[in-house]
Nanobody
Framework: QVQLVESGGGLVEAGGSLRLSCAASGRTFSSYAMGWFRQAPGKEREFVAA????????YYADSVKGRFTISRDNAKNTVYLQMNGLKPEDTAVYYC?????????????????????WGQGTQVTVSS
């Protein structure tokens, strides 16, 4: 069992930065790949970024590539999402999630239906 708690959301002007954190409980955190997803009002939940168990592999949605950075600290049971160059279209509730993938594959890590554990979400609002 893994419990996830996100923090760090807020209101920021376009071009600004935010750093989201996701704290995990449980001794098996380091065995999970972690993902960030987001959901804007009236839209489906979409993949943002993922990182493998060791932090050695990452993957990003095209819409955030070059602006967002995912990282993890297994000693602190925490995964981060550094968001720079924020745009109004980045406004959404951001969720972190954990998956125990059979392999590191895009088709797996980008599929929210395969993630077993989810946080409650944190709101990010970017003003124009």
């Amino acid at each position: 069992q893994v419990q996830l708690v996100e923090s760090g959301g807020g209101l920021v002007e376009a071009g600004g930065s935010l750093r989201l954190s996701c704290a995990a409980s449980g001794r098996t955190f380091s065995s999970y790949a972690m993902g960030w997803f987001r959901q804007a009002p009236g839209k489906e939940r979409e993949f943002v970024a993922a990182i493998n168990w060791s932090g050695g592999s990452t993957y990003y949605a095209d819409s955030v590539k070059g602006r967002f950075t995912i990282s993890r600290d297994n000693a602190k049971n925490t995964v981060y999402l550094q968001m720079n160059g924020l745009k109004p279209e980045d406004t959404a509730v951001y969720y972190c999630a954990a998956v125990s993938p059979s392999r590191w594959a895009v088709i797996i890590i980008t599929n929210p239906g395969l993630y077993a554990y989810w946080g409650q979400g944190t709101q990010v609002t970017v003003s124009s």
